[in-house]
């Protein structure tokens, strides 16, 4: 089945800038999707059709898809961004996810 | 506003039916514009999509569930059911019930979830 591969976990300062990677052979064919989870809350969606920000959304938000890697990109990171994250594509079976990486801040 | 909301037992025993509803409140699953479907997270384990259906068409699901796994609607309370038969410790799960932006290039993201509820399956 179809892969897709995050780090584990991804740690930075408060202001700086989080990158978080999404690996997958086939994601230069697809659209990423990218969402946060915290504890206790309803997902939310951060990032889709790669690089497009969902209303209410951010700007410090932004993605980005080249070759077999996307990437999430959190300028000015905050506290509050401080969840799991996991990004998301489709094959001809369905939807597939990313492993999810925890970003602490 | 829309909201998707589960609702259904926590607690369901090895062998059986797991069965949860999703309400959907603020739009119309009757909505051409949309699909809906289900999303999975096991503890500890990251998210697994279980199926996703378009009113007009059949549900279409997971292989790796599409055996035990079935979904059904009834547009008259605006509503989505879940049913997955013959359960295992494997899936104790938060469930979530999610709207799905379909785009013409196929595929689509996800962009309302519910909140998720946890089902444990344990005699």
């Known amino acids: 089945s179809y892969e897709l591969t995050q780090p584990p976990s991804v740690s930075v300062s408060p202001g700086q800038t989080a990158s978080i990677t999404c690996s997958g052979d086939k994601l230069r064919d697809t659209y990423v999707s990218w969402f946060q989870l915290r504890p206790g809350q309803a997902p939310v969606l951060v990032i889709y059709q790669d690089a497009k920000r969902p209303s209410g959304i951010p700007a410090r938000f932004s993605g980005s898809n080249s070759g077999n890697t996307a990437t999430l990109t959190i300028t000015g990171t905050q506290g509050t961004d401080e969840a799991d994250y996991y990004c998301q594509t489709w094959d001809i079976s369905g939807a597939v996810f990313g492993g999810g990486t925890k970003l602490a801040v | 506003q829309l909201q998707l909301q589960e609702s259904g037992p926590g607690l369901v025993k090895p062998s059986e039916t797991l069965s949860l509803i999703c309400t959907v409140s603020?739009?119309?699953?009757?909505?051409?514009?949309?699909?809906w479907g289900w999303i999975r997270q096991p503890p500890g384990k990251g998210l697994e999509w279980i199926g996703t259906f378009h009113y007009t068409r059949s549900p279409y699901y997971s292989p790796s569930l599409k055996s035990r796994v079935a979904i059904s609607v009834d547009r008259s309370k605006n509503q989505f059911s879940l049913k997955l038969s013959s359960v295992t410790a494997a899936d104790t799960a938060i469930y979530y019930c999610v709207r799905l932006v379909e785009l013409v290039r196929g595929g689509g993201y996800f962009d309302y979830w519910g909140q998720g509820t946890l089902v444990t399956v344990s005699s």
């Open positions: 603020g739009d119309s699953i009757s909505n051409s514009s949309y699909d």
